[in-house]
């Protein structure tokens, strides 16, 4: 679990396993069973019911909370080993091969909960089955290495369980780190980004405020009061632009350019680059990543940054869209068109509600529920890509999204939208 994302939980991967698991579980106690007055038919059905109700839970999508996807695994491998424990029962195999079947659910536990909640799963329905052979067999003192043997077995069902838990610790500890590193690099980007926006957007105010307020200090002042005031005012209006200036820096975002980028840069390895680190922070077992290159684009004379943020950005939302179905696909298409070159994340993920597509470029603003994002991905990602000239854009229908990233082939001018450009409304009205 990272960040509150279960991965594993509601997996079809998992339903699989989980299925075969109690097929083999029946086919031992079917063969455990010959030459018995012992039919196999009524567990076999009530295990086909078990798998059918867990595969509508698994593929019907609905449990897309986190903490209801965990609670219904463990559900489900409580009821796998409460089956595996009847049948051994039905069939009077209380220590055979029949039991072994709990081992599986409760690997499955110990992934999703901890070692002890796995180790307990296991040593519960080992501890019953000792239990009926101290009862119903020759007690321990009838043959004593009976008691040592029961706990040898507890001991060895207990291990594996265990054993997956704590491995597991390393590799979980690995992957929350890699998320931590790259959401903290991605909402440090946003954030600085957006605070960029808005100085900018009140220097240029107080730019505006201050030469209004030069322009009435020069007209005739026939009232002295007035013209105190007149300059009082441009002196708060002069001191707030330099404050903000020395907030924004010798540098703005989006009025400064940045250096150039020494060498040309790699498209596709940069694509390849950003999967991999998305992978491995954010992917989990049930999403598939495909990349195709439809045509090469040459290399790329840009800003490395701006288009890394933005693809990581896109991926992430793509990523956790499908891991909150419990799986998907994410496809990524690199392609030239003209002078630019064209990178087309699409995803199986669920889509975009009408209700969302209004409002998906919104800073703050998040389609996913519950999402631990800033909800400035998307509008921050379309602003890195508009600085070096090129554009995002998000298309949405029928459960599947694709996010349309365009790189101009060599560095553009920046591209300023009209709802963002603080001259807009004065535009307006001069063409009124």
């Not at 491998?77 to 051994?88: E, F, K, P, S, T």
């Not at 799963?121 to 239990?131: E, G, I, K, N, W």
């Amino acid at each position: 679990m990272i960040f509150g994302y279960t991965w594993r939980a509601m997996n079809p991967a998992l339903w699989a396993l989980r299925a075969v698991n109690l097929l083999l579980v029946l086919a031992a106690a079917f063969l455990g069973a010959r030459g018995k007055a012992v039919s196999v038919a009524v567990p076999a059905l009530a295990a086909a019911a078990a798998v059918a109700a867990s595969a509508a839970a698994v593929f019907s999508g609905k449990f897309r909370d986190a903490k209801a996807r965990r609670l219904a695994l463990g559900a489900f491998c409580g009821a796998d080993i409460l089956l595996v424990m009847w049948v051994a029962q039905w069939t009077q195999q209380w220590a055979g091969v029949v039991d072994l079947g709990v081992l599986a659910p409760a690997v499955v536990l110990a992934l999703e909960f901890g070692p002890a909640a796995g180790a307990l799963a296991s040593v519960v329905p080992a501890a019953f089955t000792a239990f009926l052979l101290a009862t119903l067999g020759p007690g321990p003192g009838e043959n004593p290495e009976l008691l040592w043997t029961l706990g040898v077995r507890g001991l060895l069902f207990a291990l594996p369980p265990a054993a997956a838990g704590l491995a597991l610790a390393p590799a979980r500890a690995r992957s929350a780190a890699v998320a931590r590193g790259t959401l903290a690099r991605l909402r440090a980007a946003q954030i600085g980004e957006y605070l960029s926006y808005a100085l900018f957007q009140l220097r240029d105010y107080a730019i505006t405020i201050s030469s209004v307020a030069e322009a009435i200090a020069l007209a005739p002042k026939d009232d002295p009061r007035q013209a105190e005031r007149v300059e009082r005012l441009r002196k708060a209006a002069g001191e707030l632009g330099v404050k903000l200036s020395r907030v924004l820096g010798d540098q703005s975002a989006l009025t400064t350019a940045r250096p150039p980028t020494p060498a040309a840069l790699d498209l596709a390895a940069l694509v390849s680059s950003c999967i991999d680190e998305c992978r491995e922070a954010f992917a989990p077992d049930g999403v598939q990543v495909s990349v195709l290159v439809q045509s090469a684009p040459p290399p790329v004379h840009s800003e490395r940054r701006s288009i890394e943020l933005a693809l990581l950005a896109v991926l992430q939302n793509s990523f956790e869209a499908c891991a909150a179905r419990g799986g998907g696909a994410v496809t990524v298409l690199l392609r030239r068109e003209g002078a630019n070159a064209e990178i087309e994340v699409s995803d199986d993920g669920g889509g975009v509600s009408e209700t969302d597509k209004a409002t998906m470029f919104e800073p703050f603003v998040s389609a996913r529920r519950g999402s631990h994002g800033l909800g400035l991905g998307l509008s921050m990602s379309r602003r890195f890509l508009e600085r070096i000239g090129g554009g995002l854009r998000i298309k949405s229908k029928g459960g599947y999204t694709a996010a349309l990233l365009v790189v101009p082939l060599e560095r553009e001018l920046p591209k300023i939208r009209l709802e963002d450009s603080t001259w807009a409304g004065r535009r307006a009205e001069q063409r009124s």
